[in-house]
């Protein structure tokens, strides 16, 4: 089955400085990969994805990430941090052939320090 | 604006009520999901239809029961059965149609939590 780990449940970042989150799946075949962001109390949303095509993804709000197969890899970075960027951001997989299940990380909690 | 509607955004329940919680899009997607969220935890499926009148347990259906029966609406029911049930609730939609792959890109609810006291 497919799932996906994120490291370090919480990641402290200055304002200014890049956020760069880690994320590795294990799919037995080629994965359809996403980006979410939760703000306090609220429901999920989208930032990027990934399905097929240019590895290198570009988000809202600033965000890109780069699928690399050899690495099982799905990272997500931003340049430049904001204090609107403090959130919860969750990295999630698809397999393609099935159903539209998404297997969600643990996620990691940003907090941008001015 | 197309989108999906959680009510009640907070609830609270006694030890041994059931408790329903309500989910609508104007979507117009086949797929709903209920989704469980804990600190820590990240999100566990616990229940998701595909099409109306058919449903499927996620990794976590036990405690809870869910109907649909229109469209719609995809309402959770957290019985007293379930041991834990204070956590926050979120439900989500999708494009699904036979045969075809999909993104399988999620649209969410505003959420609910529910507080057992």
């Known amino acids: 089955a497919q799932s996906v780990t994120q490291l370090g449940s919480h990641v402290s970042v200055s304002e200014g400085a890049l956020v760069l989150l880690r994320c590795n799946y294990s799919?037995?075949?080629?994965?359809?990969l996403f980006w979410y962001v939760q703000y306090p109390n609220q429901g999920l949303q989208l930032l990027l994805k990934?399905?097929?095509?240019?590895?290198l993804v570009k988000g809202i709000n600033g965000f890109e990430a780069e699928f690399k197969k050899s690495e099982t890899s799905f990272h997500l970075t931003k340049p430049s941090a904001h204090m609107s960027d403090a959130a919860e951001y969750f990295c999630?997989?698809?397999?393609?052939?099935?159903?539209?299940?998404?297997?969600f990380g643990k996620g990691n909690q940003v907090v941008v320090i001015p | 604006d197309g989108g999906i509607t959680q009510s009640p955004k907070y609830l609270f329940r006694k030890e041994g009520q059931n408790v329903t919680l309500s989910c609508e899009q104007n979507?117009?997607?086949?797929?709903m999901y209920w989704y469980r969220q804990d600190p820590g935890q990240g999100l566990r499926l616990i229940y998701y239809?595909?099409?109306?009148?058919?449903?499927q347990k996620g990794d976590i259906a036990e405690g809870y029961s869910v109907s649909r029966e229109k469209k719609e609406s995809f309402p959770l029911t957290v019985t007293s059965a379930q041991k834990n049930p204070t956590a926050f609730y979120l439900c989500?939609?999708?494009?699904?149609?036979?045969?075809?792959?999909?993104?399988?890109?999620?649209?969410f609810g505003e959420g609910s939590r529910l507080t057992v006291l």
């Open positions: 979507l117009n997607h086949d797929a």
């Open positions: 989500a939609s999708s494009i699904n149609r036979p045969g075809l792959a999909g993104t399988g890109e999620l649209f």
């Open positions: 990934y399905t097929t095509g240019a590895t």
């Open positions: 999630a997989v698809k397999v393609v052939r099935g159903n539209n299940r998404l297997a």
């Open positions: 239809s595909q099409i109306v009148n058919d449903f």
């Open positions: 799919s037995s075949v080629p994965p359809y």
